[in-house]
């Protein structure tokens, strides 16, 4: 039992024995053709009833042949390959586009035919016809192709529920390891890409906060799911080939395709974003008027203009800040009479 445990585990793809299809099926060709041919001579020319008998099993063994030899052609699109397996026993990988033809007697096998991943949300194909009976392909695609599961609700470092979306670009490079050491690889990508997503969602903040480690250095760091979305999904996609290497699988690309807050919390986070620029906005407008202030009190000073005690300065400094820092136009008032 432990031996073929071992050797399940050490399975990987190597190319199966075939030969040129073209020639094969003219050889089918021929055996219909004249396994017909010979049972028109056996009824028609040969009056003999025991050499009909035997033109007959001629033509029906004519017959069986080409049936057999039909069986084993295989048609192979470009990036298409074939699992083959001869009485339970993998014999190896058809791949290389054109007709091929194998032991008639081994079959093609994926366990993965019958199951659809889901693509983006702006693409759509129209329904199929449910009176319509289609055997799925047993053809494994060696292109690449695009995952996109159902938005995600995580927690972020801070606890804070966000809903977040990718799409994956993968492809198959061991078909082997695919259909044999996993029961179904498209289910079990999908699911390594929701767990490994979820996994490293939780390591960052939705925004910038301080005191997170993102990096697992020890060090507070900057990073953050929308403002380090080149090094997030740069995990993800490392994090899923971890996973999906066993499989035979190879992760191209990840990228992020939808990321907020939570619906329960979206107002009152899109509320705590405008009130942290407002308090940024005035905090540079407080910051301008002081050194405006500043640069006045010093040119007064510099040129001599007039010579103000500091209950004179207080004053000023308050008329500027009030008519710098208002978020309405100042209304002049002109003093006729003497300031003292």
Known sequence: M???????????????????GMGM????????????????????????NNLSGIFFG?????????????AGLRIIKPNEAVVLTLFGKYVGTLRGAGMHFVNPFSSSYNP?????????????TDEPNPNSVEAPSKKIPLKVMTL?????????????????GIAVMWRVVDTAKAVFKVENYKEFLSLQCDSSLRNIVRIYPYDVAPNIDTTGDGIADDGSLRGSSEVVV??????????????????????????????????????????????????????????????????????????????????????LLVVLCGSKDAQPVINSGSIY
């Open 148 to 164: 996109s599961n159902n938005k995600q609700k995580i927690n972020d470092a801070l606890g804070t529920p966000v809903e977040i």
């Open 234 to 319: 740069s995990r993800i996609r490392d994090e899923i080939q971890s996973k999906v290497e066993y499989a035979g699988l190879e992760i191209i690309d990840a990228r992020i395709t939808y990321l907020a807050y939570a619906p329960e919390i979206a107002a009152a986070m899109l509320q705590r974003q405008q009130a942290s620029a407002i308090i940024d906005a005035r905090k540079m407008i407080v910051e301008g008027a002081v050194s405006m202030v500043q640069m006045a009190l010093e040119r007064i000073e510099a040129d001599n203009i007039t010579v103000l005690d500091e209950e004179r300065k207080a004053q000023m400094v308050s008329n």
């Open 112 to 124: 993965a035919a019958k199951t659809r991943l889901g693509q983006s949300g702006d693409v759509h």
């Open 25 to 48: 099926l003219l050889l089918a060709i021929l055996l219909f053709v004249g396994a017909i041919g010979i049972f028109i001579f056996g009824a028609v020319v040969v009056e003999s």
């Open 58 to 70: 001629l033509a029906f063994l004519a017959l069986i042949a080409g049936f057999i030899v039909s």
């Open 2 to 20: 432990s031996t073929e445990i071992n050797n399940t585990r050490e399975i990987s793809e190597f190319p199966a024995k075939s030969r040129n």
